[in-house]
């Protein structure tokens, strides 16, 4: 009687342990798919929202070219002027921007990554302060 009893018990438990295990499975899984989705929608805007920068400052860069070249009187040197700016962009981000964007990005992608979605989840490190 006794032994029928923990047997039956144990039988729900392992019933139980299976369920929970299959159901933590399932939330894991669509945690990711959400994590995932969130990060390919936010790549997606950025490069769009870059592509049209790109073109807003190849314009802009154009026309600062063609202002520069009238103001100097010669047709060639304000292209040659605005190219050795993005030049000397290009020497100061390898130089000193790599550290800079990599550390920044690591710290916005992280607090994306392990801090998604609720508000309870970032707000329990403050409550322990």
Avoid: H, P
Wanted: no cysteine; net charge positive; hydrophobic share 50%.
């Amino acid at each position: 009687m006794a032994f029928e009893r923990i047997s039956a018990n144990l039988e729900r438990l392992n019933q139980n342990i299976k369920a929970f295990s299959k159901s933590s499975a399932e939330y894991y899984k669509l945690d990711l798919f959400e994590k995932v989705m969130k990060g390919a929608t936010s790549l997606a805007r950025i490069l769009v929202i870059g592509f049209l920068a790109l073109f807003f400052l190849l314009f802009l860069s154009l026309a600062a070219s063609v202002w520069i070249s009238d103001a100097i009187g010669n047709a060639s040197s304000g292209f040659f002027i605005v190219a050795g700016f993005y030049l000397l962009l290009i020497l100061f981000m390898k130089f000193f921007g790599s550290s800079m964007i990599e550390e920044t990005m690591l710290i916005k992608v992280s607090r994306k990554f392990f801090n998604s979605g609720g508000s309870d989840k970032g707000s329990n490190e403050d409550k322990r302060d």
